[in-house]
C-alpha cells in the first residue's frame, strides 16, 4: 500500500501532467481535423459539380429541370439509358449532400463545427483523407487543447476518487472518551 501512496504522490502528479498534455494535444487536433475534411470535401463536391452542371446544361437543351430530365432518362426502358442515368442521378445526389455539407460547416461557428461534422460525417470523404497531426497555433486550437486539460482533470479526479473508495484506509471513529479509557491501562 506504501507503493501505491507513493505512486500517486510525487509520481502521480507526473502521470497527471502528461496524461493532461496527451488530452490536450488530442483535443487541439479537432480543428486541425475538420479544416483537412472541410478540405477533401470541397474537393469532392468540386469534383462532382463538374457533372451536375454538365447535366444541368443537358437539360436544359431539352427545356426540362435536371430533376425531370434524370426522371425521363431513368424511365427508359434502355437498359444502357438507365444505367447511366442512375450514375448520373447517383452523381446528382452526392453533390447535393456534398454541397449541404460543406456550407453548413463552413457557415457554422468554431464552438458548432464539431456538432456539424458529426451531423454530416461522409465515411467516404474521412477515407480520402490523409491526416496529418500538428499543432494548431490559434485561438481555437488553444481552447480545444484547454478543453482536453480540463476533461483529463476531471477522468484523472473521478478515477482517483474511485481508487479511494476501494482502496482507501478506513480510519476507526473514536471518541475523546473512548481515547482515555484505552491509555488509562
Request: aromatic content about 14%.
Amino acid at each position: 500500500m506504501a507503493f501505491l501512496k507513493f505512486f500517486f504522490g510525487s509520481v502521480g502528479s507526473l502521470v497527471d501532467r502528461i496524461v493532461c498534455v496527451l488530452f490536450a494535444i488530442a483535443l487541439a487536433q479537432a480543428p486541425v481535423y475538420i479544416a483537412q475534411y472541410i478540405d477533401v470535401l470541397a474537393g469532392a463536391q468540386m469534383e462532382s459539380q463538374k457533372t451536375f452542371d454538365d447535366l444541368e446544361e443537358r437539360a436544359a437543351k431539352f427545356d426540362l429541370t435536371l430533376d425531370e430530365f434524370l426522371g425521363r432518362l431513368l424511365n427508359n426502358p434502355d437498359p444502357l439509358v438507365k444505367e447511366n442515368a442512375e450514375a448520373s442521378a447517383s452523381t446528382v445526389e452526392r453533390y447535393r449532400k456534398y454541397t449541404e455539407a460543406l456550407n453548413a460547416l463552413l457557415d457554422s461557428s468554431p464552438w458548432a463545427k464539431p456538432f456539424r461534422l458529426v451531423q454530416y460525417y461522409d465515411p467516404s470523404v474521412n477515407a480520402a483523407m490523409h491526416f496529418e497531426p500538428n499543432v494548431p497555433l490559434t485561438f481555437e486550437g488553444a481552447f480545444y487543447a484547454l478543453a482536453g486539460v480540463l476533461i483529463a482533470m476531471l477522468i484523472i479526479g473521478f478515477f482517483r476518487w474511485i481508487f479511494t473508495k476501494i482502496f482507501g484506509r478506513k480510519k476507526e471513529e473514536t471518541t475523546p472518551k473512548e481515547k482515555t479509557q484505552s491509555t488509562q491501562f
